[in-house]
Every structure is written in structure tokens, then in C-alpha cells.
């Protein structure tokens, strides 16, 4: 009887042993794939000669610019710079390079640190379902998250960060994790979700949270005069105040433009009060993913519902911020690929395919659409691995392979089994086998090597 595990994993029963690192996978098509993306997205721009002054890349090299020359970064508009002093400090080695040129290589290098952590996910899933591939993963999340890439969009560099820091915390690294978590927050605030859930579930994390978060509030100090830093941090809280206006006053895609679809209009106080109810109710469910799941199960649970809470609870949530969701689709995808669950595979397919052509749906659907539609598949993908992840005890009786553990069952030590728990005996050897080939698999496993 096996584990119900997040994000369709398939039972451990039909597949083979996991292994953290397939032999047989070729990591370098899956790299390919995302080269060919950053050559796609970045060398256009390049041998016109001309990037756009509105563009992402240009918003951020002004910003390092002005903080090289001394010069405010922060118009307070809530439309230009609107993100921590830290990233325009760090942004500046790029920013010391023309404009072309540093365009260019901020394209390269923010869809290579956005593989990064699609390949960090993969080998967590692998964990669970050795049969997963970084090639499927990387061929469904490179075609959701096109535009963020031909857009330069920070997001893809701040969620290769969160989920290289998920699988830190699936190796128990504290320190590795902490330092990807604040960096993540220091080039883009959003992924302070992931970084509180860190060190509530994972107490361990907190001191180097802390102390990470110091030397990042410390480091502009040593870069520029005291002076200048306090006062654009000052200015820094002025254009996040004027920013969280615009996001209260005009429509962005995210849980409440469903809302405004069917004519419910959502009064202010009101969507506080749903935020901070669904943070909470995020935290429960994903504590109670960690109490009941192996680890890798859970933090990648933690990743989903992470993501879920930045897309539809943040106030201006863009459309090309979406592509958060498109490694955590393309991982479902290839798990529920792996079980042979078609079900569920056709729901996941439909569900990509429909960020996929978003645009032109849009364009169909009418006007206003394109403010609900993402929000949209969001939000079912959200409900669907929370249902994947905590299954009816009536589907559990007529699926054994989403049954979820009982007391004294339990996966292999390192998964992160609750502590106090009994183990799981092998079946096979309750019936006595001394199968060559169960014995050679059987020494593969963590959870053998725990016996």
C-alpha cells in the first residue's frame, strides 16, 4: 500500500527503484532546450541594436546605474523601479555595460539561473518517481514561459532561486537554502512567500534566515555612502506604498479579477482579510503535507502552494509572472506521464495548453479575459494537488496507490518520515523471497539501506 504523494506522483509499487541521479538521462538535451530558448529570446534584441526604455532589462539597468552614479533610484510613479535597493546593487556589474550588451546577457543569464532550479525540482521529484526526465519537464516549462524570457522578467530568476532553495531543504543544507531564499527576496520581493514558509516549517532554517538577511540589508552599506543607501531604502517603502495602491486600484490577474468576472466586487478590507486567511490556511495545509509525506513529497507541495499564493494573492500579479507555474505544470505532466494515469495527464495537458494560447483565448473570450483567465487554470491546478495530496478516504479505498500513510507505515529514512514512526516492512520479504534481483533492488533504495 502506498503513499499519496503531491504533485500525482506515481506509487512507488509501479516503478522502480528511485535514484537521485538516473544513468540514463541526458541531461544535455534538456540543457539544450533551454539554450536554444536563451539564444531565442536574447539575440533578437541584439542584432537590432535596440531594447526597448520600458523594457525590464532597461528598468534595471537604469536603476544600477543610478546607483552607481549616486542618483535615486525611485521615481514613485509605481510603475518604474518598484523593487528592494539590493537588486539594483546587484544588478550593477551588467549595468556597467552598454545597453545592448547588458540586455542580452541578463536574458542569458536569467533563463540559465530559471533551469537551474527547473533541474533542482526535477532531481527532487526524482526522489519519488525515477522515471521523471529534465527533457519533458524542460520542453513544457520552456513553452510557458516564453514571454517572461523574451521579456527579460525577474521572476525567472527569482523562482530558479526558490526552487534551488526547495531542494536544499529536501538535503537539510539550512545554510544553502537560507542564502537562495534571501537572494530570491533581494531581486524580487514576491518570493517572500516561500521564504516565511521556510522557516515555519523548517526551524532549523530561521537563525541563517536572519542572519542572511542582515548581511543583504548590510551589503548595500559597503557598496555606497550610508547616507545615500538609508535614503533610497526610505524611498524604497514610499514606492512599495504607492505600488500596493495601484494594485488595489486597478485590475491585475489574480484571484479577484474572477471575481470582478461574474460581478462580484470584492470590497478592500475584505481581500486583506481573504489573504490573510488563505496565508494561514497555505501554512496548514503545507505542515500537514510535512507530517504525512516523505520530505521531497512535501517541499515540493510547499513549492506548488507557494507559487499558488504569489500568483493569486499578489496584488499586481503580471500575466508573464505565470511562468512560475510552468516547471511545477511540466513536473505533474511528466509524473502523471510516469504512473500512466491518463486522467489526470488529459486535466494537466488542458491546463497547459490553455496558458499555452492564452493570448489568443483572450482575444476570443473578450474583453477582459485575459485579466481571469490564467488566474483561472491557476487556481484549479492549485485545488487539484491539494486533492491529489489529501485524497477522500473513499478514493482511497477504491485506489489503493493514493492511500495515504497510516501509522507505522512509512517511506525510507531520508525522505523525512515523521520521527517515531515505524517503518514499513517489504513485502517481499514477509513472503520470504530471496530473489536475486529484489535483493540488488532492494540495496539501490534509501529506504533498504534504512533497514
Given amino acids: 500500500m502506498s503513499a499519496s504523494t503531491p504533485l500525482a506522483f506515481p506509487a512507488d509499487d509501479k516503478l522502480p527503484p528511485a535514484q537521485p541521479h538516473p544513468a540514463s538521462e541526458r541531461l544535455w538535451l534538456g540543457f539544450a532546450v533551454w ?3 536563451a539564444l531565442a529570446v536574447a539575440a533578437p534584441r541584439a542584432l537590432s541594436g535596440f531594447e526597448s526604455p520600458g523594457s525590464v532589462p532597461t528598468i534595471y539597468r537604469n536603476a544600477g546605474v543610478s546607483w552607481i552614479e549616486g542618483r535615486d533610484l525611485y521615481g514613485l510613479s509605481g510603475w518604474d523601479f518598484v523593487y528592494f535597493p539590493q537588486s539594483a546593487a546587484l544588478f550593477t556589474p551588467l549595468a556597467a555595460l552598454p545597453e545592448v550588451p547588458c540586455a542580452f546577457l541578463w536574458r542569458v543569464l536569467n533563463v540559465a539561473i530559471f533551469a537551474w532550479g527547473v533541474l533542482a525540482l526535477t532531481r527532487l521529484a526524482q526522489r ?3 522515471r521523471v526526465r529534465f527533457l519533458l519537464v524542460s520542453l513544457i516549462a520552456v513553452g510557458l514561459c516564453w514571454s517572461a524570457a523574451r521579456h527579460g522578467q525577474m521572476t525567472l530568476a527569482m523562482g530558479g532561486l526558490m526552487f534551488a532553495a526547495a531542494a536544499e531543504l529536501d538535503r537539510q543544507r539550512w545554510n544553502r537554502a537560507a542564502i537562495w531564499l534571501v537572494l530570491s527576496v533581494a531581486i524580487k520581493p514576491l518570493s517572500v512567500v516561500m521564504l516565511l514558509l521556510a522557516a515555519a ?16 540589508v548590510l551589503l548595500p552599506f559597503g557598496m555606497q555612502e550610508p547616507g545615500y543607501v538609508w535614503r533610497q531604502m526610505t524611498l524604497c517603502v514610499q514606492s ?8 488595489l486600484t486597478a485590475t491585475w490577474p489574480q484571484l479577484f479579477a474572477i471575481a470582478s468576472a461574474v460581478g462580484l466586487d470584492v470590497p478592500r478590507q475584505a481581500q486583506t482579510v481573504i489573504r490573510l486567511a488563505a496565508a494561514l490556511g497555505t501554512l496548514l495545509l503545507c505542515y500537514l503535507a510535512k507530517r504525512r509525506h516523505p520530505s521531497s513529497s512535501a517541499i515540493l507541495f510547499t513549492v506548488a502552494l507557494a507559487v499558488g499564493y504569489i500568483l493569486l494573492f499578489n496584488m499586481r500579479t503580471e500575466r508573464n509572472t505565470y511562468a512560475l507555474m510552468a516547471p511545477l505544470l511540466g513536473l505533474s505532466f511528466a509524473m502523471a506521464r510516469a504512473e500512466r494515469h491518463y486522467v489526470r495527464l488529459a486535466f494537466l495537458g488542458a491546463l497547459a495548453l490553455t496558458m499555452l494560447l492564452s493570448h489568443p483565448l483572450s482575444r476570443r473570450l473578450g474583453e477582459g479575459s485575459e485579466d481571469w483567465l490564467k488566474p483561472l487554470v491557476c487556481l484549479l491546478f492549485v485545488v487539484a494537488v491539494v486533492a491529489w495530496t489529501f485524497p477522500l478516504r473513499g478514493r482511497c479505498q477504491k485506489n489503493a496507490a493514493l492511500q495515504p500513510l497510516k501509522d507505522g507505515e512509512l517511506t525510507g529514512p531520508h525522505d523525512g518520515a515523521p520521527s517515531g514512526a515505524r517503518r514499513r516492512r517489504d513485502p517481499a520479504k514477509q513472503r520470504g523471497s530471496t530473489s536475486p534481483g529484489h535483493n540488488a533492488s532492494a540495496r539501490g533504495t534509501p ?3 534504512g533497514r
Fill in 447 to 449: 529506504s533498504a539501506r
Fill in 201 to 216: 516549517l523548517y526551524p532549523r532554517t530561521m537563525l541563517p534566515i536572519v542572519l542572511a538577511t542582515v548581511a543583504a
Fill in 128 to 130: 519519488r518517481a525515477a
Fill in 240 to 247: 512599495l506604498q504607492v505600488s500596493v495602491e495601484g494594485g
Fill in 35 to 37: 539554450g536554444i530558448l
